[in-house]
């Protein structure tokens, strides 16, 4: 296993950041790490990293106790942090091989990483004359110099334009293949693009670990309606195939449904059969927005 995480808590005072979470990511995966903000994520990140020690729980990387010997362990990860730290008064060249340097790598694995992630043209610049999805791209960069087994990349997308977000979503997945990639984000599209597997973690505590495959198939189906008059509980129940509601506000619903049949038509007949009339309705994709959203609210 590339990342094994068993039963890790963090307290900051006698605040729980995470809270006894256990994963496990094999290489050749790329994994979303999602969750409002606040929910766990950097600290999860700073833990595998070995950057900080966890109150509780083991954490393997590539079969490497990163607490016990956290240097051995860096040598497998590339950590691309949250605000990218980079001197900026470097040259892109100059600063890669500085990097390259402290891990003892020679300037022709720095020119093929730079080939690699698309640095060539730019290469000669200063870092702070780059734009921020190069920058993004030089972090990427000295992340993967040393040729780690798992790449953690904290929020990389983070505010970036949507044309560097493809571009650097498209570098993240080819990395990805020979390498295993833990990504964090509060960006579902992002996962969605990118990612095999999403892990959702909530205050602290992991609320989801799916395949992005076993999410598409699902036959959950979400529908807001709005209706012109208020309804009890007990008629919303009548609706087939109905497996959750909720009353959000006045006449507005939130229903769930577990069908493969297209619910939106049924909604129609059961407003007309019983005297309704509907001012609003809307299919939310069945997707990891609805499914965030269930489980962080
Ligand atoms: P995320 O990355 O998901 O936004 P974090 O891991 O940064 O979440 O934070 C999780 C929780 O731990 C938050 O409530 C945050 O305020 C708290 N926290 C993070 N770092 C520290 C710290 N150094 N000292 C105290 N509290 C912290």
């Not at 729980?57 to 362990?73: C, F, K, M, R, Y």
């Not at 950590?79 to 340097?101: G, I, T, W």
């Not at 000669?124 to 040393?146: C, D, E, M, T």
């Amino acid at each position: 296993m590339s990342i094994q995480l068993t039963d890790i808590s963090k307290a900051y005072g006698n605040q729980k950041a995470v809270n006894t979470i256990s994963f496990e990511a094999k290489k050749g995966e790329i994994v979303g790490f999602l969750g409002p903000n606040g929910a766990g994520k950097s600290t999860t990140m700073k833990i595998l990293t070995g950057f900080i020690q966890p109150t509780e729980g083991t954490v393997l990387v590539s079969d490497v106790d990163v607490v016990a010997n956290p240097i051995e362990a860096q040598k497998k990860i590339g950590y691309l942090p949250e605000h990218n730290p980079l001197y900026l008064d470097m040259y892109v060249r100059e600063y890669l091989q500085f990097k390259a340097s402290i891990h003892k790598i020679d300037n022709e694995k720095v020119a093929e990483v730079i080939e690699r992630v698309g640095l060539t043209v730019e290469a000669h610049k200063k870092i702070n004359q780059l734009s921020k999805g190069y920058r993004q791209r030089v972090g990427l960069a000295a992340a993967i110099l040393h040729n780690p087994e798992v790449l953690i990349l904290d929020e990389p997308t983070t505010g970036l334009d949507p044309n560097q977000l493809v571009e650097i979503r498209e570098l993240i997945k080819e990395l990805g293949k020979d390498k295993t990639v833990l990504l964090s984000t509060h960006i579902m599209q992002e996962v969605e693009a990118v990612c095999d597997r999403v892990i959702i973690i909530n205050k602290g505590e992991i609320v989801t670990d799916k395949l992005l495959t076993e999410l598409k198939t699902s036959n959950e189906q979400i529908i807001r309606v709005t209706f012109d008059y208020k309804l009890e509980e007990q008629f919303i129940k009548r609706l087939p195939n109905i497996t959750a509601f909720k009353n959000t506000i006045e006449n507005n619903w939130i229903l769930t449904f577990d069908t493969s049949e297209d619910m939106r038509p049924v909604i129609f007949d059961f407003a007309q059969e019983n005297g309704l009339k509907i001012l609003g309705l809307n299919t939310e994709n069945k997707n990891l927005e609805g499914l965030f959203r269930e489980l962080t609210n």
